[in-house]
C-alpha cells in the first residue's frame, strides 16, 4: 500500500562455536571448516569462535557480527552430542553478549550428532579402515571411541551412533568405549577383545572432529594393544576433519531453526 513501510527483512548471521585445542593442526582445521560452512551458507556471513585455549573468543566473533549490522545471530556449536557445553556454557556467554547487544534475536542449533552426512562420513572412514585390515568379517571387530562425558544422554547418543553404523559395515562386532568421565574405557575394551581370542583384527574409529591431544592419545592406547597383543591386526581410523559432509550436517541444523 502507498505510504506504507515495509518492514525490513532480518539480516542473520552464524556464530560458529567450537571447543577449542591448544593443538596448531586442529586449530587451523576448525577454521577451515568455517570457511567451508561461510561458502554453504552465503550471504549469511559465518564468525567462528572458541571455547577455550584459542581466539577470537565468543563475545569477540559476537561483537564482528553486530558490527555488521545484523538483526538475528544463529549460534550453531560444532559439537557432535548435546552436554554441558552446549546445554549450559554456550548459553550463558551468549546470553551475555546479546545484553550488550539487545536489538539482536538469538537462536541456536542442536549439536550435529547422527545427521545422515555425519552417519555417510564415519561409514566411510570405517570402510576405508576395514579394507586396510583385510580380516574376515566373522573375525573383525569395530571400537567406535567417544571422547566421553558425565551427561548420560550424550553417553546415549554414542551409543546409538554406535548401533546405526553397526547396521552399515562388515564386522562382527560393533561396540562403544570412552576415553574419559564414561564407561567402559578405551583399554578395557581393546584388552576384553583380545582376550576372547573371537577376532583376529580391529578398526578403533576415534569418533572426534580434528587433531589433537585427544586422539594422539587414543592413538597411543591402541598402539599399546597392538604391542601387547601383536598376533592380532590393529588401525584406527582417521577422525572426521573439515570434511564439507561435517559443514553439510552444520548448515542443516541451522536451517532447522527457519
Not at 88 to 102: G, H, K, L, W
Not at 117 to 146: D, K, N, Y
Not at 240 to 249: C, F, I, K, Q, T
Request: proline share 6%; glycine share 4%; with cysteine.
Amino acid at each position: 500500500m502507498i505510504g506504507q513501510s515495509v518492514p525490513r527483512a532480518k539480516r542473520r548471521g552464524v556464530l560458529l562455536v567450537g571447543h577449542g585445542t591448544r593443538d596448531q593442526v586442529g586449530t587451523e582445521q576448525f577454521f577451515s571448516l568455517a570457511s567451508r560452512l561461510a561458502a554453504r551458507v552465503s550471504p549469511m556471513p559465518v564468525a567462528p569462535a572458541l571455547l577455550e585455549f584459542q581466539q577470537p573468543t565468543i563475545a569477540e566473533a559476537w561483537d564482528t557480527l553486530v558490527e555488521r549490522d545484523l538483526d538475528h545471530i544463529c549460534v550453531a556449536p560444532l559439537l557432535l552430542f548435546a552436554a554441558g557445553h552446549a546445554r549450559t556454557d554456550i548459553p550463558e556467554i551468549v546470553s551475555a553478549c546479546q545484553a550488550r547487544s539487545p536489538h539482536v534475536t538469538v537462536d541456536q542449533s542442536h549439536p550435529i550428532s547422527r545427521h545422515h552426512s555425519i552417519v555417510e562420513l564415519v561409514v566411510e572412514r570405517l570402510e576405508a579402515s576395514l579394507r586396510e585390515l583385510s580380516t574376515p568379517a566373522e573375525r573383525t571387530a569395530v571400537v567406535m571411541v567417544g571422547r566421553g562425558n558425565r551427561d548420560p544422554c550424550a553417553q546415549a547418543d554414542m551409543r546409538v551412533l554406535s548401533e546405526v553404523v553397526s547396521r552399515r559395515i562388515d564386522a562382527s562386532l560393533t561396540v562403544t568405549a570412552f576415553y574419559a568421565m564414561a564407561d567402559p574405557k578405551l583399554p578395557v575394551v581393546l584388552e576384553e577383545i583380545a582376550a576372547s581370542r573371537k577376532f583376529d583384527g580391529v578398526v578403533v574409529h576415534p569418533h572426534l572432529l580434528f587433531e589433537g591431544r585427544l586422539y594422539q592419545s587414543i592413538l597411543d592406547q591402541t598402539r599399546h594393544a597392538s604391542n601387547t597383543h601383536s598376533d592380532m591386526h590393529w588401525v584406527s581410523s582417521p577422525y572426521l576433519g573439515p570434511d564439507a559432509r561435517v559443514a553439510e550436517a552444520i548448515a542443516a541444523r541451522i536451517g532447522q531453526l527457519d
